[in-house]
């Protein structure tokens, strides 16, 4: 989503929203307040309606009310964190990077992790630098902050805008960062699973990224083994919805191609267009399928933590988990 620019100054068009903003004071955050809690919001109104003067009749005052909360929580909790990242603070970069680690390693190869945690890194400083720091946000809305030479660009402008993807404080930093990871895990995964089959028998080249996909690949068959071991429920569910419509063709082709034979006698080339589909298949409701499915999923991914990219991969209909991108898109 391009940037979001404005010619005019439409601040009064959103004073009605201070109403729902709630007075935010930290002794360490005096940049943070009421008016700070106010730009942040008007930016996840301009972010949820794709547009710079939305209109506010379709957000519900109590959905307003609970966003601008968020954001004066997060304000308190991160505020400080975010002005030390976008000052390069190298330590505080560092720290992330930690946190970024932890989580990447717990979904991918350990020869990977840590190339997709600076992957994940370099995309929040991408996402941050084209955002508006707490400090400026006043400024924008056409205040003033005395003795804060950095909101000179502020001044001059003026202007509630952002990116489509910026970082609006409506759910906690850290949750934020760590769900940008693993989108950049799962993202991977994808790539691996859809590389194409080599023609004929080569020998290994010595270039690692071979390695890591040999080693991504072989968790699948892996998976899928675990899933012909499932009590007989859970393994008829998981088969189902392994073989929904709305699977990446080349992905199902892959792992057709890799899984037991006698995985997929039950259903064999049958493919299912949801879970009402899948349930009418089992004589059972989509309720139960859904919780089948659930407690399927949470076995398999205590037995191996990165089996939870691959199910994403192979299971991206809403109903089968979660929306990991609501909360990189929403900030």
Request: proline letters at 7%; aromatic letters at 6%.
């Amino acid at each position: 989503m391009p940037a979001l620019m404005v010619t005019d100054q439409p601040r009064d068009r959103f004073e009605e929203l201070q109403r729902f903003c709630p007075n935010v004071w930290d002794k360490r955050l005096r940049f943070v307040n009421k008016r700070v809690v106010l730009f942040y919001l008007v930016r996840w109104c301009q972010k949820q309606a794709k547009t710079l003067e939305p209109d506010l009749g379709v957000f519900g005052n109590e959905e307003l009310a609970s966003v601008a909360e968020n954001i004066a929580a997060n304000l308190r909790c991160d505020g400080e964190r975010v002005e030390r990242l976008l000052s390069r603070d190298g330590d505080e970069w560092t720290k992330l990077l930690y946190e970024l680690a932890e989580t990447t390693s717990r979904r991918a190869p350990q020869a990977m992790a840590v190339d997709l945690a600076e992957n994940a890194l370099v995309r929040i400083v991408v996402i941050l630098d084209k955002g508006t720091k707490p400090s400026c946000a006043n400024c924008r809305l056409g205040g003033d902050v005395p003795g804060r030479p950095e909101c000179e660009s502020c001044r001059r402008e003026r202007r509630i805008e952002g990116d489509g993807n910026e970082y609006v404080f409506q759910s906690p930093f850290a949750g934020w960062s760590r769900t940008i990871a693993r989108n950049i895990v799962y993202d991977w995964w994808r790539t691996v699973i859809r590389r194409p089959d080599p023609p004929s028998p080569a020998p290994k080249p010595s270039h690692p990224e071979r390695g890591w996909c040999e080693e991504a690949e072989a968790d699948l068959p892996a998976l899928l083994g675990a899933i012909d071991k499932l009590s007989r429920k859970q393994r008829s569910v998981m088969i189902r919805s392994l073989s929904r419509s709305d699977i990446d063709p080349e992905a199902y082709k892959r792992m057709r191609a890799l899984a037991p034979p006698e995985l997929f006698e039950e259903v064999g080339s049958k493919l299912f267009e949801s879970d009402e589909a899948i349930a009418g298949h089992l004589e059972s409701t989509r309720r139960r399928v859904g919780a089948n499915r659930s407690a399927a999923r949470r076995k398999l991914c205590e037995q191996n933590p990165r089996w939870e990219a691959l199910l994403d991969v192979f299971m991206p209909h809403c109903s089968s988990r979660r929306a990991h991108g609501e909360e990189a898109r929403d900030g």
